[in-house]
């Protein structure tokens, strides 16, 4: 069974950085490609960036150059580092592994960027 917890969200200022995590149980990790998703009220979930099982990136024009996902295979977790927090970035954040035909999702964490 795969499950995945993100934490780390929380209120930030305009300008501001914040890291979230998202951690993967199960033995499977180091096969997954791993994702970050967002949703903001009354949006449709919105991709941001992956990261293959080989660490190879790929991110969301909006985001491009702002945050940046890794991964680590010891630890079995997946940061996001998010730069330059603006007020549209305020949305729940939610961690995806994509293993073979089957997608997993975490329960999300809330990121507010206001004054």
């Known amino acids: 069974q795969v499950q995945l917890v993100e934490s780390g969200g929380g209120l930030v200022q305009p300008g501001g950085s914040l890291t979230l995590s998202c951690v993967v149980s199960?033995?499977?990790?180091?096969?997954?490609?791993m994702a970050w998703y967002r949703q903001a009220p009354g949006k449709e979930r919105e991709f941001l960036a992956v990261?293959?099982?080989?660490?190879?990136?790929a991110y969301a024009t909006s985001v491009k150059g702002r945050f940046t996902i890794s991964r680590d295979n010891v630890k079995n977790t997946v940061p996001l580092q998010m730069n330059s927090l603006k007020p549209e970035d305020t949305a729940v954040y939610y961690c995806?592994?994509?293993?073979?035909?089957?997608?997993?999702w975490g329960q999300g964490t809330q990121v507010t960027v206001s004054s």
């Open positions: 199960g033995s499977m990790f180091r096969e997954a490609a």
């Open positions: 995806m592994a994509n293993i073979g035909e089957r997608s997993y």
């Open positions: 990261i293959s099982n080989i660490g190879n990136t």
